[in-house]
Every structure is written in structure tokens, then in C-alpha cells.
């Protein structure tokens, strides 16, 4: 069987912010750059960033960098690598101004400067009053940013590869990374796209709970197929949960509804929060309210037929109230769940919102491996950004606002180091290994190889049940023995994958073999992140353990990996930023 | 070439291209039901399997000409935020909101 071979600089996988962000550095420099993206880039998930995307401006309050850097580390509970964070918060001015430049619409202040809004975790003098530091285009900033950085790479004459879905990367017999296999998805017919360089932008993983807040094509894919190349993925452990998405569905209702007054009560109609936090009560930070609510349904003071959800009540605020200071979640609710919460309350349930953990990289978005005695080596032609990356800037918990900003550095970072590299390698390797492509093909012909069996599972069956182990057993109410279980039965379901067939092998289309590939990534993916979490022993950020519920740094301030195969290992955080003093862990106090 | 334009294309020459046909274009239209947002996701994905098949010619004209709108707009749309000014997509757009029965 031959397969077409499309050749390029550098091959970039994934049309989110972080991929277009490095895909328009590296056309502006006249690399010959390809685009695969599994659905329409504009319909990428960056789209859905509503929030903003810091830097410290200083058009609202007093700021700088440092500030910034400041609430950065201590947002991240003080696993975020401090290098990297210095070089983000020094970069991000004058991106947003690049932003600005190329088409992004941010908001104005009525003298004409950049509109910034205030975001939980921002102070000024690290950690004094509430800072300013949010820049927003109103409240589709993510939405802006990708359309105009979409429409540069069309300008700049970026290659893009619409709906094609990266199997694998391939390599020469040294490991240097030369591309990927690639299937287009509307002829099923295979590609290899050989590139001297290959950056792998994907996103993240929210797909991996049955409750949470990400669009549908938030599968892994770039994380898993890193992890199949033999890179460790480090900090999987660290996933936010967002206390307040609407149960069983996952969307979010926003922080704002309790500060207009709305509050949660159990099956009991207990008001439970008092108990937990007796001052902030329903204003508690995030993780001290998704906490709350994990542990009422846990313990069987849920609502509803299965008490599987708490009660998010804002009816005794009055119509009046609700008209006007929520309108946008009272639109949601009404869309969502067909009720009205003037008069109904709101099933909620804490909802998985962002993967901090990812590929490991360094601050140039070059994929890093673990060596001897805690060197690191590069893996040579690889890179990663964003959501799937770990380079690692947000540590154990992401503040609201850097998300859009780690890719938009980072994608710029990643694009001028290409750039350098692609000078120093004008003619590139050329040889792909053999080995390599055989391996690629064999992954991707596996699924039209099964036949029927005796077995009824199916990719939808396993799925649905995958991400119900992962709401209950890897959420926000983590134990030994909750984790451990929750283990074991992520094993099994990855032997029973091994049980499941398509039942359609046509070409044209095949949408169902897709959400095969897409499965075994989420597969992956879970192991990774179960067994990371099993293993900390200790709560820090997002990773929450009952059983463990202090921060120990002493024995835990290092960064997990997780190897295919199931091996762990840690290496230290960069604790020394580039140029000034570095932030040593205190208590996270708010 | 985009969904639209392959339907005008085939529309232009004539061609009958609902029923039968629609149905062999159902995977394309479930990937373009694939979006950047999760809402978007649940209710279009949602009224694709529920709904698409008993809708007029028009109708299901109108749903695919809804689907090469921007994520944004289309989330104003189904929020009820917005309303679409062509009176095809905007009844389709009610359809979508509307809950399936039970």
C-alpha cells in the first residue's frame, strides 16, 4: 500500500489559538507550514473562551509583571515552573497589543486604553488589593482571537488541512519527529505529512468526564499520541473543576449567581455550605465549593431520584432581580433544562473545565523527556502548546484569564524557535523510519481488522461508561480507596476496548470509526490521570485528597509523569525564574 | 467545498437531492454538528438525531445553512439572544430550542 506523502517546514496539529498563534509566526517567516485540524478551525474550542486574557496594562490599577507572575505562582499552588511564568507575564503586554494589531476588537475605557476587567486570584503588591489585569473583546475574546488569527494564516498563506484526524507521529531511526500519519476524514484515505518539524496543539481533555464544560472535540488527541510516542505526560493528576455546572449536562453556571445571592442546599434542604466555609459560605474559592458539593452527594445528601446532584436555589431573589442581573444564565437554564429559575431551582453538579497537566515542554514549547539524575533531554522536532502542553505556567490549579494567554505566548515562543531551528536545518532529515510508518498504519488499520464477536460493547456503551468512572472515582472527591477503584476499572474498560468493533468500516465519512480512535485516546488519557492522582499524596491546587488534605512540600513538590505502561515518575519544579528573585512555597490563603 | 455550497451546487442543476440523499450526507452533517463549544454541541448534535429527518426540504435546507454560521452567533441564536433575520433560519433556530417531547 502507498501512501501520498505531502511534505513541509513544519506540521502543526490543531487550529486552536496556540496552533494558529505559531502556524502565523512561522508563514510570516515564509516556512512552508501545514494545518490539520479535525473540524473547521474556527470551530476550535478556543472559541468558547469568554473570560479575557491577562496582562498586567495597568490601565485599570496599578500593576506590573511581577504582580502578575506573583498571583501566577501562588494561583498554581507553587508547582508552576517559574522560568516559564516570568517570560509569560513579561510577554503578555505586548501581545495583546500584537492581538489588537491584527484584528482583535478588545473593549475600550472611555480614554480610549484596553478595558481590563478584574478576575479572582489578581492583586496588586503580591497578594494586597484586587488588580484589574483582564483584557476582553466583551465576552467572546476567545471567539475574536481565533477568527483573526485564522484570517492572518489565510493572509500569510498557512497550508490548512480541514477535518483530518492525526493518527500518530512518525520519526527517523535517530527519534527525531519528521510528522505525522493523518486521515482525511471525508475519504478515509490515509496521508503522511512529513515535516522537519512537528508542534502539536490539540487542546485538552475535558472529554474525559461525563460532567463538564468542553466542547465535544476535547478529546486528548495530541496527549495520547505523545504518550504512545513514549513521552511521559506530566501532572495529569491536576484537573480544575468548576463547583457549579449543570448536572449531567456540564455547561457552566457562572460565580455570578452566587454573588447576587443565589445559594446551594442539599436533599435535605439544608443550607450545607455553612459547614464547610462559615464566613464565605457560597462565596468560597472554587475548590473549596466543588469539595462541598462532591462530599454532600457522597455521603447521600444529594437531590433528585438518585441524589446525584445539589440544588442551586435563586427563586426567593425575584423575577425582578433575576431579569436583570442574570439574564445570561436564566437564557441557559431555560435552553438547557427547560425550567425557569425565578421559579425552579438549579441542578448543579461540579464539572471539569481544564486539563493543566499535558506534554512536557520547556519554555520555547520544545517537548522535554526526563534523562539521568533529572536532566532533561529535547525530543528533537517535536513541540507543544496550550492546553495539551505542561510547559508548566499554570502548576497545580490555572487562574481565570491565563489560559488564553499561555497560548498565545507560547504559540509565539514555539514559532520563533521553529524558525531558528528551521534555519539551522535547512535541508532537514529526510529519512522516515520504516518502523515508524509501519507502526502508524497498523494503529490505524486496527480498527477495520476486528470482526463482530460475542461481545455487545461499542464505542458509545464504553465511552459514556469510561466517563462515568471518571466523575466518580477521579472528580473532585478523591480517596486511596475512591482512586484505586476507580483504577482497577479504568483497566478493565481498557481490556474490554480491545473487545469492541465498528460495525460500519466504510471510508466515505466514517464519523464512528473517529470516535474509535478518539476513545482509545480518552482511555489513555484516564489511566494517566487516575493513576497520577492515586499516587499524590497530598492536596495541592485542584487535586484535592480527603485523605490527604494538606500540601506537603517536602515530599510532593515535583511534577509527576506518567509513562504508557502505567510507570511514574517526578521531576523537580523550576523554582528559579530568569531574572528575579523566585516566589518559595507560603500558605494559599485568599 | 462547504456544505452549502455542495447542496446550492446540486440545487442549481436541478438536481432532487432530499430524502434518500440527505441521508447519505448524515455523517458529514454530524461532524459539522462537532463545534467549539459544548452548547452548541448538545443542542445541535441533539436536534440532528431527533428532528432532522421529519423536517421539510426547506427546513433541512435551512438547519444546514444554520451550520456555516460562526460559533458565537450561533450561540446567541440558541440562547435566544439573538434572532436570525432570514425567516427560514430563524424558525429552524425555534425548532432547535424548542424540547424534544418525551
Known amino acids: ?590 | 467545498m462547504s456544505l452549502r455550497a455542495a447542496f446550492s451546487a446540486r440545487e442549481s442543476t436541478g438536481e432532487i437531492l432530499f430524502e434518500s440523499e440527505s441521508m447519505l450526507d448524515r455523517p458529514r452533517l454530524y461532524w459539522q454538528c462537532r463545534r467549539g463549544m459544548l452548547e452548541l454541541d448538545i443542542l445541535l448534535q441533539g436536534f440532528l438525531d431527533a428532528k432532522f429527518d421529519v423536517l421539510t426540504t426547506v427546513e433541512q435546507h435551512a438547519f444546514i445553512e444554520l451550520l456555516d454560521y460562526p460559533d458565537a452567533i450561533l450561540l446567541e441564536y440558541m440562547l435566544g439572544r439573538m434572532i436570525p433575520t432570514d425567516q427560514r433560519i430563524a424558525n429552524v433556530v425555534t425548532q432547535i430550542r424548542t424540547p424534544v417531547a418525551s
Not at chain 1, 501520498?4 to 486552536?16: C, E, H, S
Not at chain 1, 505525522?180 to 505529512?193: C, F, H, N, Q
Not at chain 1, 442574570?326 to 448543579?348: A, C, E, K, S, Y
Not at chain 1, 465519512?509 to 493513576?531: C, G, K, P, S, Y
Request: aromatic share 8%; proline share 4%; charged share 20%.
Open chain 1, 1 to 590: 500500500m502507498t501512501i501520498p506523502v505531502r511534505k513541509f517546514d513544519t506540521l502543526v496539529i490543531g487550529a486552536g489559538g496556540g496552533g494558529l498563534r505559531a502556524a502565523l509566526q512561522l508563514a510570516q517567516a515564509e516556512a512552508n507550514v501545514a494545518v490539520v485540524s479535525k473540524v473547521f478551525p474556527t470551530r476550535s474550542h478556543t472559541v468558547a473562551a469568554q473570560g479575557g486574557m491577562n496582562a498586567a496594562l495597568a490601565n485599570v490599577s496599578p500593576d506590573n509583571w511581577h504582580w502578575h507572575m506573583y498571583d501566577t505562582v501562588k494561583g498554581g499552588d507553587f508547582l508552576g515552573d517559574q522560568d516559564a511564568i516570568e517570560y509569560m507575564c513579561r510577554a503578555a503586554p505586548r501581545l495583546v497589543v500584537e492581538l489588537e494589531h491584527i484584528g482583535v476588537p478588545f473593549s475600550r475605557l472611555d480614554n480610549g486604553k484596553i478595558y481590563q476587567r478584574p478576575f479572582g486570584g489578581q492583586s496588586q503588591n503580591f497578594g494586597g488589593e484586587q488588580a484589574a489585569r483582564t483584557c476582553a473583546a466583551a465576552d467572546r475574546t476567545g471567539h475574536a482571537i481565533l477568527h483573526a488569527l485564522y484570517q492572518q494564516n489565510i493572509r500569510a498563506k498557512t497550508h490548512f488541512f480541514d477535518e483530518y484526524f492525526a493518527i500518530d507521529l512518525i520519526r527517523d531511526n535517530d527519534g527525531c519527529i519528521l510528522g505525522a500519519l493523518v486521515l482525511e476524514i471525508e475519504t478515509g484515505e490515509p496521508l503522511i505529512i512529513q515535516a522537519k518539524t512537528t508542534l502539536i496543539a490539540t487542546g485538552g481533555a475535558g472529554q474525559l468526564f461525563r460532567t463538564n464544560t468542553n466542547a465535544r472535540i476535547n478529546t486528548g488527541d495530541g496527549m495520547a499520541m505523545a504518550l504512545r510516542a513514549g513521552i511521559p505526560l506530566q501532572d495529569m493528576e491536576f484537573f480544575q473543576f468548576h463547583p457549579t455546572g449543570i448536572a449531567g449536562k456540564g455547561m457552566l453556571i457562572s460565580e455570578a449567581v452566587r454573588g447576587e445571592g443565589g445559594y446551594l442546599v442539599n436533599g435535605d434542604g439544608e443550607r450545607f455550605m455553612e459547614r464547610y466555609a462559615p464566613n464565605a459560605r457560597d462565596l468560597a474559592s472554587r475548590d473549596v465549593v466543588s469539595r462541598a458539593v462532591a462530599t454532600e452527594i457522597h455521603e447521600g445528601r444529594g437531590c433528585g431520584p438518585n441524589k446525584d446532584y445539589i440544588l442551586l436555589k435563586v427563586d426567593h431573589l425575584g423575577a425582578d432581580v433575576i431579569r436583570k442581573r442574570l439574564p445570561g444564565i436564566r437564557d441557559m437554564v431555560m435552553t438547557f433544562l427547560h425550567i425557569d429559575p425565578i421559579n425552579q431551582p438549579i441542578p448543579i453538579f461540579p464539572t471539569a473545565h481544564y486539563t493543566m497537566g499535558g506534554i512536557p515542554t520547556n519554555r520555547f514549547g520544545q517537548v522535554v523527556v526526563p534523562q539521568q539524575q533529572g536532566a532533561e533531554d529535547i525530543v528533537p522536532g517535536l513541540y507543544a502548546v496550550g492546553e495539551c502542553a505542561c510547559v508548566s505556567v499554570h502548576g497545580a490549579n490555572r487562574l481565570g484569564g491565563n489560559s488564553l494567554l499561555d497560548i498565545v505566548v507560547f504559540g509565539r515562543a514555539a514559532g520563533n524557535h521553529i524558525i531558528e531551528y528551521l534555519k539551522e536545518n535547512r535541508y532537514g532529515r529526510t529519512v522516515v523510519a520504516q518502523h515508524s510508518i509501519d507502526t502508524a498504519l497498523a494503529h490505524l488499520a486496527r480498527w477495520d481488522q476486528r470482526s463482530q464477536g460475542v461481545s455487545n460493547e461499542t464505542v458509545d456503551g464504553l465511552r459514556n461508561e469510561l466517563k462515568a468512572v471518571m466523575d466518580h472515582y477521579c472528580g473532585v472527591f478523591r480517596t486511596e480507596d475512591v482512586l484505586r477503584t476507580g483504577l482497577d476499572k479504568v483497566l478493565k474498560i481498557e481490556q474490554r476496548l480491545q473487545n469492541v468493533y465498528l460495525k460500519d468500516h466504510s471510508k466515505i465519512f466514517n464519523t464512528a470509526r473517529i470516535e474509535a480512535f478518539e476513545l482509545e485516546n480518552l482511555v489513555d488519557l484516564a489511566l494517566a490521570t487516575v493513576a497520577s492522582a492515586l499516587a499524590r499524596k497530598e492536596s495541592r491546587g485542584a487535586h484535592m485528597r480527603m485523605d490527604y488534605p494538606q500540601r506537603d512540600d517536602v515530599k510532593w513538590l515535583k511534577h509527576s509523569l506518567f509513562f504508557k505502561g502505567g510507570q511514574l515518575d517526578y521531576k523537580p519544579v523550576r523554582m528559579k525564574p530568569l531574572t528575579v528573585e523566585g516566589f518559595s512555597p507560603k500558605p494559599r490563603v485568599y
